[in-house]
């Protein structure tokens, strides 16, 4: 596709949300500008039919639906915000987490044999009709010859061309909006495109999901806030995944948290230590922790489905991660501040203790107020307000990261709107500190950079030297056992100097 092509499919998706009138809603006019209802009366004349019915919820999710998988994943976001957006448009576009149109039955089980080259009854004796539908595949109801229960996930026929279509426009968009000015640039909208589509291009494979999910679960079974189904590995292929049943109701279901004997704020909790715990502890963490793919049973028991989107981070991200969140919950903002630095989040030319003062005026608000007293929109607006301030760019390594903590936050407030994110995060944070911080764990950390050094300089030796004179052996191998005697001794005086 061509980016004339991509440009009219931009153009047509523009179309599709001013006449279904969910760019700037009738709803939201009171809270514009002078100029912005201009703009939003101007707007309002090209509009549809469409525009009078429902709310605007219904019909951004029935918009956002017709544009794509892409688009529809952007929407499924935006349902998790119930505190920044409201309720009502939060639940209205619930429906895209798992509620689509699927598609035929016959045709799920000849995509199912051909992805795995057998018939379907030859590893199934029940194959039911689609219990969940979502953008980009559907999950059917089955049970293995052995008689176990498992959840078998079909990709939808054409999807591949339908996402690399959405790629193409999503690309252009990005490069169109760099030329919107210094604002945009710094967003590098390009790096957080690159981002959504690597996720996307990962979760058309369903081996890659299979191996996720596998990954996962093992880490899971560390800590006791969240569990995954058993991959039946020989019910995977490259459009299909079977897994093991998953016991609960989805937290998509209104009736979810209606449970008899359900602890809401130990569930809201464990969702929030499951994150961090597989961000901060792995470096590794399931990056789609919607509704539509969380199970729940009473009394806290958090089930995970849909590991198409895995996110990592290495050791560097991982610290500065843990060591932020920790100046956070011990209201230590020159410590954050510091760290923004270290880590290269904030341009050297800015000043350590003034972007300390920035954090002191976002956080000391919302400490010691109960959740539903925070306003999301207002706390987002600041920290928006921060980053431009301080030029800070929008890291591309860290755009899954930032998009599950902001999915996360809010279906932890849905499911207890008296969450407190702060005191769930405690004791994860606490833990890591503890573990990496302490002088056993920085010793381990001394020691394998020794080794690394040891082993660099080996490889050294190895080399042909430069220097004709070094060429000698003996003089060659007197130089090596000096570095290598060097190093040593370096190494043991600076673990004599840590431990005092």
């Given amino acids: 596709m061509s980016d004339v092509a991509s440009f009219g499919r931009l153009l047509g998706a523009a179309w599709v949300l001013v006449r279904a009138d969910a760019v700037m809603p009738a709803e939201l006019e009171p809270a514009l500008s002078p100029s912005g209802r201009m703009l939003a009366r101007a707007l309002r004349l090209l509009a549809g039919p469409q525009a009078r019915k429902g709310r605007a919820g219904e019909r951004l999710a029935l918009a956002l639906e017709r544009l794509g998988p892409a688009a529809i994943k952007l929407g499924q976001v935006l349902s998790t915000r119930a505190d920044i957006f409201g309720a009502r448009f939060a639940e209205d576009l619930s429906r895209l987490k798992d509620h689509l149109d699927p598609f035929p039955t016959d045709v799920a ?28 595949a559907q999950a059917h109801p089955a049970r293995l010859k052995d008689g176990r229960r498992v959840a078998v996930k079909v990709l939808r026929p054409g999807i591949e061309r339908r996402v690399a279509a959405d790629i193409r426009v999503l690309r252009l968009a990005a490069r169109l909006a760099e030329r919107l000015g210094p604002e945009a640039r710094r967003l590098d909208p390009r790096g957080a495109v690159a981002a959504v589509t690597r996720s996307l291009e990962l979760e058309l494979d369903m081996r890659m999901e299979a191996a996720g999910a596998s990954e996962l679960g093992e880490i899971m079974a560390g800590d006791p806030y969240m569990q995954a189904p058993a991959v039946i590995w020989e019910g995977v292929g490259k459009r299909v995944l079977t897994l093991g049943w998953a016991e609960g109701v989805p937290l998509s279901d209104p009736a979810a948290l209606d449970q008899a004997g359900l602890d809401r704020p130990a569930l809201a909790n464990n969702l929030i230590r499951a994150f961090l715990s597989q961000a901060l502890d792995h470096g590794v963490f399931h990056a789609d922790l919607h509704e539509g793919n969380l199970f729940v049973a009473a009394p806290a028991t958090l089930t995970a ?33 510091q760290v923004h630095f270290d880590a290269g989040y904030v341009p050297g030319d800015h000043q350590v203790q003034t972007f300390a003062q920035a954090l002191r005026a976002v956080g000391e608000p919302i400490f010691g107020r109960a959740a539903e007293e925070v306003s999301m929109g207002r706390l987002l607006g600041q920290l928006f307000e921060i980053t431009a301030l301080f030029d800070m760019r929008l890291r591309p390594e860290l755009v899954l990261l930032q998009k599950t903590m902001v999915t996360v936050e809010g279906v932890a407030r849905r499911i207890d709107p008296g969450h407190d994110i702060w005191a769930a995060a405690d004791p994860i944070a606490r833990r890591w500190m503890l ?21 660099g300089l080996a490889r050294h030796a190895e080399t042909p030297p430069l220097i004709p004179i070094v060429a000698a052996p003996e003089v060659h191998g007197r130089l090596t056992w000096f570095a290598l005697g060097a190093a040593v001794a370096g190494l043991a005086f600076a673990v004599a100097a840590f431990l005092g």
Wanted: no cysteine; net charge neutral; hydrophobic share 50%.
């Fill in 109 to 136: 089980r000849a995509l199912v044999a051909e992805a795995l080259e057998r018939p379907v009854d030859n590893l199934f004796a029940e194959f039911g009709d689609p219990l969940a539908a979502a953008s980009l």
């Fill in 305 to 337: 489905v849909d590991f198409g989107i895995i996110g990592r981070l290495g050791p560097r991200e991982r610290r500065y991660l843990a060591e932020i969140l920790w100046g956070f919950l011990q209201r230590d903002y020159q410590r954050v501040a």
């Fill in 435 to 455: 573990r990496e911080l302490a002088p056993p764990a920085q010793v381990k950390r001394l020691l394998a950079e020794g080794v690394r050094i040891l082993e």
